[in-house]
Every structure is written in structure tokens, then in C-alpha cells.
């Protein structure tokens, strides 16, 4: 219909009388005459476009036509890839207008005295605040303290400590019930408190353990053969040594010279200091806003050519939602690309679920696409601080983990991790508390917490104004409402002697449940305050939020994120304040 109407037609026969004007010689066409058609009218086209372009050009020469040429090419990529970035060309457009209004005098001053009162109220509310006849050392004794004395001095600074984080009040923190192996574990430092790893030909035992406790995480998490990794200090180095990883992996096998990686905007920050200390670009990837898990469909459309990695939280931190590990295993295969999954947080609770009872999709080394994994052994391993695992698929991808210096004068220097010298002791607790617990007790603990975890997501439920974020499976809940500004809730609660999380974007409360909560009564003492508190705000209008409250309400308005980060970077300035 469309080839034989009165229009085509029409078109055809100006096509017609434009060919024997035309000096170009018609298209070679196919054998069907409605595709030559179609074709002919597309030559039309094509040709008068020609013909304008060298009778505009006509007037200038051949060097000017090539400057131009190169100048809108520069031009035309310039305004593309300010146009489609990773992050919403509205929102940069408002930063930009926003930083702009920053530097000129009158608003500049305006906003630098607002910062500078932001800042000053923080010098007057925080950790660094102590009471009077508390005095600072900031030179060394000319004479050691006597042991009696010492020990004095610190039990007196352990007074300042006003949190009962031993009581269950706490989100995260202290993940070990209040009786959970102290004495043995203490026993083990002890013992060990002095080796380093980086000398293992004088502590073959040191060695020894470190290599037990990866392969012993690995079986956790169903490496088929042997597994690949290092025992870190904490969860960032275990990412920090991951994405160095995928990044030398993606440059030797790839060519790879300007890497990405791809994240959920709920994935942990240590992805973003990656980023920030190994030149790699990160994409943030906005998880759905109903269930809080990445949509995988999204993390395919953000790869491109120089994706070295995609990354998947088991759970994320801000609301302990499982990321679609599967889904995003399949990705990976497709992509040739790396999958980091990040169970620094439930690493010793997920591999228990099922044993305890407890059902969750695949995550581990059982998907193709998985190529590392990070286990936080300090959280739910119940060893001391200090402590993680990561893990890898093979040794092709684990050797680029190692930095070799072979020219040094010292010798040949080789070293796994980001330090060099590493706490032995801190193996050695690590490799007693996994010996001790044993699957049995693990499995024990986990039955506990996710009952707890569940028991506090029911509970929730049932309290008028209160909201839980999507469909918490491990051990984080967090809430929001839809009746009352959810900061009211945690200042009041903080009042009440809670130490919880506060969530951004959206606004909401988190807890990291712990074998201190799971004491009797812990929970339904924190349900009660949360009832009593949310019944208060509900019987009241919304009113002009203070304190944290409205330093988060503030702060999630701000569309200039430098400001926040300059704010946040002044909480070190003063933790490190000795006067």
C-alpha cells in the first residue's frame, strides 16, 4: 500500500525528473521493484544532500573544509558525551547552576558561612568532645609509665565510652554474643601477637593457617577445586585487592586502558574508593525503589567495551537486599566481564541459610559468571577486627592480586596484599574462631539471627507508620514512613540509647542485627521504643526537624555534593583533634 500510493507515486515521478538532471548516475537496485523504490527515493535524498553540501562548500578551500570538518566532529563528540553520561544530564545541569551560584560573592559568602557553621556545630556535638580534667598526650613520657599506672590511664579513658553497644544497643559493631570464646580467642593473640606473615619461613604455621582459612571459605562458598585468595584486614581491602585485580586482568587480556566497573548505587563505598585509588571509572547502576535489589537488565544496558567488572552485594548494606546473583552471572558469561560479589556482610551467614533452614537462590562459585568473591571473617566468623577473605575462581585472575618488584636492591620483593607486613595474630584468631565455631556452630548462629531478623521485620509491620524497605532475607532491616520524617524517629531513638544506622536516598533507619541482639528481650525493647516513638509522631504535624534530623534533610536537598563531602571530611579534621 505504502509503494503504490498517489503520494509514492507523486515521488517517483519528481525522483524521475530530478534523474535526468542529475550528472549522477542512478543506484544499481535488486530485482524487486518495491524495494528499488524505496531505494531510489532514499538516492533522492542522499544526493540532494550531496549536491547542497558542495555548492555551500563551493567557496572555500580544501584546508578550510577540513578545519571545519575536524571542528564539528570535536564539536558533535564533545556535546554527546555531555549528554549521555552516567549520571542524569538534569541533575549534573542543577550541580553545574549550583556550583556556579558557589563561587560568585554574594551567594559564595553565604553558603561558606552556612558550611562554616555546620562545621562548627560538629566541633561542638561529637566523639571528640570531652568532658573536663581529660587531657591529651601528644608528646612521649620522658620516663615509661609503671604498668599499675598505665592501666589506670586507660581505664579511666574507657569511661568516655557512653554507648551499651555489650547491651544489644547497636547496629552492627559487635557481632559476637557477650560470652562467644573471648578467653580463647584472647589466648590465641596472644600467642601470636608477634608474628607477620610476610616472614614465612619463620612462621610456617602463620602460613599454613592463612592458606587453610581460603580454602576453607572457598568450600564455604562451593569453589569446585581449589580456590584462590588472601586474608585482608577488612572487607575494603578485600574489594580495594579485587578491582586492582579485574583491572589488570581487564588491560593484559583485554587491552583494556580506561577500565569500568559497574555497581548498584547501593553497593558498598569501597567500591567507589577503588575507583578513586586505582583510576577506574565506576557506573552507578539505580536499584529498583520498590524492592531495592538491582535490576539486571540495567547493569547489562550500563557495560560497554571497557567494563573489566559488574558487582553484586549478598546482601547490600543499606537494606539487606540480595542482589540477582544469577541473573547477573549470566551477564557476565555474555559480557566476558568480571562479577565481584560482595558478601563482606552476610559472608558467614548465607552459606549456612539452607542447613539452618532457610532457602536464598545461588550466589557462590556454583554460577559460571562469578569470578571473586569478598567474606568478611570480622562480622558474622566472629573472629576479632581486622579481618576478611577474598576469594577467586582461578589463579589467572588471583596472580594479577600480586605486585612483584624483581630490580629492587633489597632483593626480590612480592607481596599479596596491600600491606606488606601483616598481623599474624590476627590470622591466627581468624583460623581458632572458624576451628572452634565449626559448621555446627555457625549454622546455630545463623538459625538465630535470621529468626531474629524476621521476628523484627513482623514486628515492624504491625506498627502504624512504619514501613519496611523492600524484603529483608539476612540479617539488616531497615525502615522508612510515609506519615512522619523518619529522622524525628531516629533522634527520639537515640535519645532512648540506640546507636541505628540513618539511610539516604530514601530516607530511613537501618539495624545490623548481631548475636547481642538476639539476647532476651533486645528486640522487643526496640520495637517497643520504635511503637511508642512512631505513635508520638503520627499524633503530631510535621514540625521543622532538629538535631541529625535536619542535617540529613538538609543535606539530601543539596544538589552540590562536594558541599556534603566537605562536611563529611571535616569529621576526620576533628577526630584527629587533639586540643
Not at 384 to 401: A, D, E, H, T
Request: glycine share 8%.
Amino acid at each position: 500500500d505504502l509503494v503504490t500510493s498517489p503520494l509514492m507515486v507523486d515521488l517517483m515521478n519528481e525522483y524521475k525528473s530530478y534523474l535526468r538532471m542529475s550528472p549522477d548516475p542512478p543506484p544499481v537496485l535488486t530485482d524487486n521493484p518495491y524495494f528499488n523504490k524505496l531505494c531510489l527515493i532514499l538516492y533522492e535524498h542522499v544526493s540532494f544532500i550531496k549536491s547542497t553540501i558542495n555548492e555551500e562548500f563551493k567557496q572555500y578551500e580544501i584546508w578550510q573544509v577540513m578545519l571545519i570538518t575536524v571542528a564539528v566532529t570535536l564539536m558533535s563528540e564533545a556535546i554527546l558525551n555531555f549528554i549521555f553520561q552516567d549520571e542524569p544530564l538534569l541533575r549534573r545541569i542543577r550541580q553545574g547552576f549550583f556550583s556556579v551560584l558557589k563561587k560568585s560573592p554574594v551567594v559564595g559568602a553565604i553558603i561558606k558561612s552556612k558550611i562554616d557553621k555546620a562545621k562548627a556545630d560538629m566541633a561542638h556535638d561529637g566523639p571528640w568532645v570531652v568532658p573536663e580534667g581529660y587531657t591529651y598526650q601528644v608528646r612521649l613520657p620522658e620516663h615509661g609509665l609503671p604498668d599499675d599506672r598505665l592501666l589506670g590511664v586507660m581505664e579511666r579513658n574507657n569511661t568516655l565510652n557512653d554507648v551499651e553497644w555489650s547491651e544489644g544497643r547497636c547496629t552492627g559493631t559487635i557481632y559476637c554474643g557477650k560470652n562467644d570464646k573471648n578467653e580463647l580467642l584472647s589466648e590465641v593473640y596472644k600467642r601470636y601477637c608477634w608474628t607477620n606473615p610476610l616472614h614465612a619461613d619463620c612462621f610456617k604455621d602463620v602460613r599454613k593457617m592463612e592458606a587453610e582459612i581460603v580454602a576453607m571459605v572457598g568450600e564455604m562458598f562451593n569453589h569446585p577445586d581449589r580456590c584462590f585468595g588472601s586474608v585482608t584486614t577488612g572487607g575494603t581491602e578485600s574489594i580495594l585487592m579485587s578491582m586492582k585485580t579485574h583491572r589488570d586482568w581487564g588491560y593484559d587480556a583485554k587491552g583494556i586502558d580506561k577500565p569500568n566497573i559497574v555497581c548498584p548505587n547501593t553497593a558498598h563505598p569501597a567500591f567507589d574508593k577503588a575507583a578513586a585509588y586505582f583510576k577506574i571509572h565506576i557506573k552507578h547502576v539505580q536499584v529498583d525503589p520498590d524492592t531495592f535489589a538491582v535490576r539486571p537488565a540495567d547493569v547489562a544496558r550500563a557495560i560497554d567495551s571497557n567494563t573489566v567488572c559488574i558487582v553484586g552485594s549478598a546482601p547490600q548494606y543499606p537494606h539487606g537486599i540480595m542482589d540477582n546473583i544469577e541473573a547477573l552471572s549470566e551477564i557476565a558469561v555474555r559480557y566476558d566481564v568480571g562479577l565481584h560479589v560482595d558478601a563482606c556482610l552476610g559472608g558467614f551467614l548465607i552459606p549456612f541459610m539452607e542447613a539452618a533452614g532457610f532457602s536464598l537462590p545461588l550466589f557462590d562459585f556454583r554460577l559460571p559468571g562469578v569470578t571473586a568473591i569478598s567474606v568478611d571473617t570480622h562480622k558474622y566468623g566472629y573472629t576479632y577486627k581486622g579481618s576478611s577473605v577474598v576469594l577467586y575462581r582461578n589463579w589467572s585472575l588471583f596472580q594479577y592480586q600480586i605486585t612483584s618488584t624483581s630490580d629492587w636492591p633489597g632483593g626480590v620483593y612480592a607481596s599479596p596484599t596491600m600491606s606488606g607486613s601483616r598481623a599474624g595474630a590476627n590470622i591466627s584468631v581468624t583460623w581458632a574462631a572458624m576451628m572452634s565455631y565449626g559448621k555446627d556452630g555457625y549454622v546455630k548462629a545463623t538459625k538465630e539471627i535470621i529468626k531474629g531478623a524476621r521476628y523484627l521485620v513482623n514486628g515492624l509491620s504491625n506498627i502504624d507508620g512504619i514501613k519496611v524497605m523492600g524484603d529483608p532475607q539476612i540479617s539488616c532491616v531497615a525502615w522508612t514512613s510515609d506519615k512522619f520524617n523518619i529522622y524525628e524517629l531516629s533522634a527520639f531513638l537515640t535519645k532512648k540509647g540506640w546507636n541505628l544506622a540513618t539511610l539516604q536516598f530514601p530516607a530511613g533507619i537501618h539495624i545490623a542485627l548481631t548475636r547481642r541482639h538476639m539476647e532476651p528481650g533486645v528486640l522487643d525493647r526496640l520495637l517497643a521504643d520504635i511503637r511508642e516513638c512512631a505513635g508520638d509522631l503520627c499524633g503530631k504535624p510535621v514540625g521543622k526537624p532538629s538535631g541529625a534530623a535536619a542535617m540529613y534533610g538538609m543535606a539530601a536537598q543539596i544538589p552540590d555534593r562536594s558541599i556534603i563531602d566537605d562536611i563529611a571530611k571535616e569529621y576526620w579534621n576533628l577526630y584527629y583533634k587533639v586540643k
